[in-house]
């Protein structure tokens, strides 16, 4: 089985600007869960979809945003940048709908840089 | 809420040592425990976890963690640690909230374990 696959791997933007982020999860899996990961703040859970609806959602601002599609592949996207977004984005998918109870199966990342 | 302390953020050993990565948490919910590990330029893989019974786990290249209620611990060891051990391990609680909410992951900020020939 394909693992978890995200695009693009780097991106560079400028704040103020918007930025959308692309997650495929393995194949059969329903939940995808996203997380912001910085040497400061180490892993954030940002939030959870499981059949196109948004399970659980992390303490971030309305600037995140998320959506699942009826292939389970999700995006998210982050609005007005800003320069403390720098992060590396990783996404995880789980067979079930319990991300804090299965095994998460974790992307290569993001790495997103705001200039 | 719930909350993950890794209290090394740095662990620096020989090869063939025995290692202890401490992880305690904090929660006041019944709980389930991650480590996690992550490779130089890769994603998280799980490495062990602890859902109920048995309070000792073990993963299949030698690493184990203990689950102790009373202390609220969860740490990781390895009796005899090799060079590709090297790598960033993360503990992670997951637990019910108030509210009803569902089960989400808290991750530790890390700690980075570094073997030296």
């Known amino acids: 089985k394909a693992g978890v696959t995200q695009t693009p791997r780097y991106l560079i933007k400028t704040r103020g600007q918007q930025v959308t982020l692309s997650c495929s999860p393995i194949s059969g899996h329903r939940s995808v869960s996203w997380y912001q990961q910085t040497p400061g703040q180490g892993l954030q859970f940002l939030f959870e979809?499981?059949?196109?609806?948004?399970?659980n959602k992390g303490n971030f601002p309305g600037r995140f945003s998320g959506r699942q599609f009826s292939n389970s592949r999700s995006e998210m996207n982050v609005s007005t940048l800003e320069l403390g977004d720098s992060a590396l984005y990783l996404c995880?998918?789980?067979?079930?709908?319990?991300?804090?109870?299965?095994?998460?199966?974790f992307g290569p990342g993001t790495r997103l840089t705001v200039l | 809420a719930q909350s993950v302390t890794q209290l090394d953020s740095q662990v620096p050993v020989f090869e063939e040592a025995p290692v202890e990565l401490r992880c305690n948490y904090s929660?006041?919910?019944?709980?389930?425990l991650f480590w996690y590990v992550q490779y130089p330029n890769q994603g998280l893989q799980l490495l062990l976890k602890?859902?109920?019974?048995?309070?000792l786990v073990e993963s299949i290249n030698g690493f184990e963690a203990e689950f102790n209620k009373s202390q609220t611990s969860f740490h990781l060891r390895k009796p005899s640690v090799h060079i590709s051990d090297t790598a960033e391990y993360f503990c992670a609680v997951s637990g019910r909230g108030s509210g009803g909410s569902n089960y989400k992951l808290t991750f530790g900020k890390g700690t980075l374990l570094t073997v030296n020939p």
């Open positions: 995880a998918s789980s067979a079930s709908g319990l991300a804090g109870v299965h095994e998460q199966f």
């Open positions: 929660s006041s919910v019944s709980v389930y």
């Open positions: 979809y499981f059949s196109e609806t948004q399970r």
């Open positions: 602890y859902l109920s019974g048995s309070t």
